[in-house]
């Protein structure tokens, strides 16, 4: 499928109630936004990866649409092949300008590659991009919270300091799932303000919407809230 072919099948799919909607959640794209729903985009991007004709349409950067970015980070996160999928993040990751092409990055084949894959995300964390900070953010939340949790991570997390919305917003939400997951080794860090005054409140505060909470941590974490001056 040639990716002529592919955009032609975008607009086929378009919802001009839907595109106006998305156009207000992704304000910082500079992309078009044609209007695809998630479940068409990621219908079509398993139709693309088994006939093994993407490899011109990821190379096809930068995209002029929103729906072509987000196609583009489904495609990816059906590769099977650890290396390959890899390479075409790091081809990708300096393109995405959103916070929802970014989360839909969800690469299957990292399940199976922890230790590759902790490496990585050191070197993603180190960027001066706002996505693939944010990305590394968002490997660790998904992949490290359970049995393969190392407070050193957390520790990682902790240490980021940014003006980027986006960047505080994912570690806040990285540190309230923590908490859900792992709470006694992840509640020193807010109870030592390891957090910036903004991301340690936000954490908090999606803590507290958490149904993995209980009704006793919730309060406890009410009172560490740190007041604004």
């Known amino acids: 499928m040639i990716n002529k072919e592919i955009t032609d099948r975008l607009f086929e799919l378009q919802d001009v109630g839907y595109r106006d909607f998305q156009s207000k959640l992704v304000p910082s ?3 078009e ?4 729903r998630c479940p068409e985009l990621r219908s079509l991007a398993k139709e693309i990866y088994k006939s093994g004709e993407y490899k011109d349409f990821l190379r096809a950067l930068p995209h002029r649409y929103y729906d072509e970015y987000q196609l ?8 099977k092949n650890y290396d390959e999928c890899i390479d075409e993040l790091e081809r990708f990751l300096p393109c995405v300008d959103n916070w929802a092409t970014c989360d839909t990055l ?3 084949v990292f399940v199976k590659h922890k230790t590759e894959l902790s490496k990585k995300i ?10 693939t900070v944010r990305f590394g953010v968002s490997m660790l939340m998904r992949h490290f919270l359970n049995d393969d949790f190392r407070v050193e991570y957390a520790e990682k997390v902790a240490a980021l300091r940014s003006d980027e919305y986006y960047i505080n917003m994912m570690t806040a939400w990285y540190f309230a799932t923590a908490l859900a997951k792992q709470y006694e080794s992840i509640i020193p860090f807010i109870e030592n303000h390891s957090l910036d005054k903004w991301t340690h409140n936000k954490a908090i505060q999606k803590s507290i919407e958490s149904r993995r909470i209980s009704p006793e941590q919730k309060e406890y974490l009410r009172s560490l809230k740190v007041k604004k001056e």
């Open 122 to 131: 050191d070197e993603w964390l180190k960027s001066d991009l706002t996505y």
């Open 29 to 31: 794209t500079d992309a």
């Open 106 to 108: 969800l690469p299957k």
């Open 72 to 79: 583009h980070a489904f495609i990816i996160s059906v590769i």
């Open 33 to 36: 936004i044609i209007g695809v």
